[in-house]
């Protein structure tokens, strides 16, 4: 996920989206309400489809696409990836300040569908007679509550969630005497880690780390550190309640203090590798989802042994349910499609359980689905690559990301705060997340 040119461009691509709302928007009625009489035209109906550029997802695309084109003459679906030189949300935003959007795409990042809204992009989909009671006959219970709009509306169809866990070298862990079962407490994993921090060819100095976590003060990248730990934390709360930054608490301040902990001790590199620092075993640990395992069983040299556990979480909730990030994508209709009723026809072809069980083998990432596990129809999809059940059973305990506008310049506030604190050592963890609230709620109180 590509998301650092989106930080650079946001603002100005933004500034222009939000120049169209005004035409975009129909008094009275949802955007896209005016294109409902397009839908019963006579003759075939193409629809528009954008998918992930992810090599998996595309071949998934492709196959149900292919499926429905088979099905359904009287609707065509064109397919088309999205561009793999951009972010998903950067190429969206540009075609919704172009009005080029698709009719759907399949690959919304949560996060910015507050900044999509503002600029009459998307659907609102709850004027489908039956969109509320399909999701919920879908998802498990709690999810689609998370993806409501701030105007009471639904703008998005959830579709996926792939849990981070904590993927650990069972080798290293072996041979330094390490249960991974005790990888589930901060002082469980700190303790793992002053044994398998080490300088491994005796020349002075260290080579093999605990962990490896991103140095760079990039804003997206906390959904991979700070904020995957806070989840676990604190039961799965977001950072903002009430649009009020919420995380300056026990949880917050003391999954810095890991964090911050993990740098000064010397348990992660302050530095930057080329390639795969976990394939290349330089680290026991690595934050990542389950679109890790097919590249892993790609890529893993001979003999390489792996597997995942739950995040750390604080000692005094060793035992609990263990909450995570959820790294959503879901699935969206743009105000701009001529046929909105064909296209949610489509998405839900695409949210079927069998394209659903399909999604799991094809990609190793996980749907949202009430009772995946017990499913029979993912089954084989589990069978051929064991380790998915573990992202499974995770699944039932994530979250996304806060749905605000200015999710940017909140986790850039985080990221800041990240570096001086974690990183530098220059901040203890506590007026961090001091001075990271303050920023948060200046800039909160600007929407």
């Keep these: ?128 007679p039956d969109f509320v009671s399909f999701m919920r006959r879908r998802l498990p219970d709690g999810i689609l509550e998370q993806y409501r709009s701030s105007n009471g509306h639904y703008y998005q169809a959830p579709w996926k969630s792939n849990p981070l866990m904590l993927a650990y070298n069972a080798g290293m862990l072996r041979a330094a005497g390490v249960d991974p079962a005790s990888l589930a407490s901060y002082s469980g994993f700190l303790a793992a880690a002053a044994k398998l921090t080490c300088d491994t060819n005796r020349d002075g100095r260290t080579d093999q780390w605990m962990i490896y976590l991103n140095i760079e003060p990039i804003w997206w990248q906390r959904f991979f550190d700070f904020y995957t730990l806070y989840a676990a934390a604190s039961g799965g ?121 399909l999604f799991l083998e094809m990609t190793s990432q996980i749907p949202y689905r009430r009772d995946l596990e017990s499913s029979p129809a993912f089954a084989s999809a589990v069978q051929k690559l064991p380790m998915l059940a573990r992202f499974v059973r995770q699944a039932r305990f994530t979250c996304g990301a806060d749905n605000v506008r200015p999710l940017v310049e909140v986790y850039d506030a985080i990221a800041q705060e990240y570096q001086y604190c974690a990183v530098l050592g220059r901040e203890s963890a506590t007026s961090a997340m001091e001075i990271a609230e303050e920023k948060v709620n200046e800039i909160l109180s600007d929407y």
């Design 237 to 357: 709360r977001t950072l903002i309640e009430n649009n009020r930054a919420a995380f300056n608490n026990a949880a917050g301040v003391g999954a810095m203090q890991f964090l911050s902990d993990l740098f000064r001790l010397g348990y992660a590199p302050k530095s930057a590798f080329p390639g795969d620092v976990f394939l290349q075993q330089k680290v026991a640990t690595v934050i990542t989802g389950p679109f890790a395992v097919p590249f892993y069983e790609s890529m893993k040299p001979k003999e390489f042994e792996y597997d995942f556990v739950p995040m750390p979480m604080p000692d005094s909730l060793r035992g609990s349910e263990v909450w995570t990030y959820g790294d959503p994508k879901n699935i969206g209709i743009f105000a701009t499609s001529k046929h909105p009723k064909e296209a949610w026809e489509f998405v839900k072809f695409i949210l079927s359980e069998e394209n659903d069980a």
């Design 1 to 128: 996920m590509n998301r650092s040119r989106f930080a650079a461009t946001f603002r100005t691509v933004a500034l222009a989206i939000l120049a169209l709302a005004a035409s975009l928007l129909f008094a009275g009625s949802p955007p896209g309400a005016a294109c409902w009489a397009a839908a019963g035209a006579r003759g075939q109906v193409q629809l528009d489809f954008w998918c992930s550029s992810n090599p998996y997802e595309i071949e998934f695309a492709r196959a149900v696409v292919e499926k429905w084109n088979r099905t359904r003459s009287d609707i065509r679906v064109k397919l088309q990836p999205l561009p793999a030189s951009r972010s998903t949300e950067e190429a969206l935003l540009a075609a919704i300040a172009a009005r080029t959007t698709p009719d759907v795409c399949a690959n919304i990042y949560p996060g910015v569908v507050t900044q999509f809204v503002a600029a009459g992009g998307l659907y609102r989909m709850d004027s489908f």
